[in-house]
């Protein structure tokens, strides 16, 4: 596998792609229904006076994302909600009975953003809620020489986007080979697609004949640790999980944080009975499928795991954190994922300030992304912005899919990669695209690109760990009982393995070699002041 890190790329390649900016298909309806979302249409959507047309994105319209101290003030949220009656809604805070202490503790900071829930008011006709004209009738409030609101207010308060692992809007050749149902699985290459794998999926089960990656049964020091933030995990023997009955074993190079985990979930749990929300319940990806009538295996169900088998493969010494934030179906919600980012960098920097190195995280992998609505999108991705910046401001690293929509638009969080987010802190986001697995390995047809883009990686034809317990309802095309003779079977994982593609799995691979540069520092790692992790960020990075 290939890892390529590049500095700036040609003032040729600065430009946006015009075809790429707006004209964009849709994600499944039953996805959107799935999670309460909604599709911002550039040609519907309505607008206050100055503010731009919007670009298309996954958005869920009963909701606000805003800093929590915003909702616990009085009068601020009388101001947002005096200007939110004249469209009969209001918002309120999701409730806050069963807070777990660590969600407790980091609402306390102040970029953590919350979500505030919107109703209609009692005496309001019936109205459609959505949070797009809420939000545009509170900037309208905000501009002039007399707003009516604090504009600083405003520019704090954002929707909740769905993230996404999989192709968003699709023109990805795996996705448009013809082999799915969906109307983005349906729509382009062709049959034949190089990238096309079974069932309309990019993924096919395969056998591994190797021992697993040796790892040193006890370091000199500390090992680097990668926290990956996805779908979860299975049961895989390279992990010491048999079952999904415990979690992973001490030492297995794959462990799981079931504080915040617990967080995420009373987040959720909080906005759950008004709001249409998939519950994260636990570190476990499960389902395995989304549409059990079917029983096809979801798009995403171990795409963690799979991750996990990256690191390990790559930098078998390395730790793997796994944090649940993504669905089997490649959905995130944008709240669960900014609270665990910041309950990332709220355990670092408490392990920084208490001397704690088995509680350190050096290496954050995302593979997941959005599309920012605003042509200005450097202007309006503060949330995002505020929680990589707190990460980077520690000397963790943060790592960054770029997406697999074929496209030169901004895919966020990798497309800060261009865009200084602190002063003094460790490199900045560092934006991967997915290589093809060939001698020159070529840019992979599939791959996002832009000037944002500063890191190439193996992503294509992959070789990986998969839950070995996920079988889908798929069988064998041809079959010979008597004779115990099959084709092949394209959803039983049993073996263990499976070949994918995507930058989502170029990503962790570039983590990987990150965390192998920081083994020359290995003695450095048992020492964890803020000081220490920048500087040794940094030379790792320079060192590749």
Known sequence: MVVKFMRNETAEAAAEDESTRNELPTP?????????????????????????????????????????????????????????????????????GGDTKELARVRQLEDVPVRALLRVREDADPVVVDCWKALQLLRSAAAGERPEIDPEIVARISPEHLLFTTPVFGGVPWETSGL?????????????????????????PVTLAADPPHRSEKPRHRRPVVAVLDTGIGPHPWFGLADRSGPPPAGAGLAVAPDIQAAILQAELDSGTTLPTQLLTDYWDAPSTGQPLIGDVDTDTGH??????????????????????????????????????????????????????????????LSLGYYEENAADVAYTGQFAAAIAELLGLGVLVVAAAGNDATTRRFYPAAFADQPLGDGCGPQVISVGALNPDVTASKALFSNEGPWVRCWATGAGVVSTYPVDVRGTATADHQVPDRDRNSFDPDDYSAGFAVWDGTSFAAPLAAAEIAKALGPFEAELATVDRDTVVKRAWTALGSL
């Open 28 to 96: 499944p309806r039953q996805v959107l229904d799935r999670h309460g979302a909604r599709v911002l249409d550039p040609a519907t959507a309505v607008l206050a006076a100055g503010q731009p047309v919007p670009r298309t994105t996954v958005y869920r319209p009963g909701v606000f994302l805003l800093p929590d101290r915003y909702l616990r003030d009085s009068e601020t949220l009388a101001a947002i909600n005096g200007v939110l009656a004249r469209i009969g809604i209001y918002a309120e805070p999701a409730d806050r």
């Open 180 to 204: 799915g149902g969906t109307p983005w699985e349906t729509s382009g290459f062709g049959a034949g697609s190089s990238y096309g794998r079974t069932r309309g999926a990019n993924r096919i």
């Open 304 to 365: 963690g795991l799979f991750i996990a088998g990256i690191i390990r493969q790559a930098c078998p010494e390395a730790d793997t954190l796994a944090i649940r934030v993504v669905h089997s179906d490649g959905v995130a919600y944008e709240g669960d994922v900014l609270l665990a980012l910041h309950l990332l960098a709220d355990r670092v920097r408490t392990a920084q300030a208490e001397d704690r190195p088995e509680d350190m995280v050096d290496i954050v992998s």
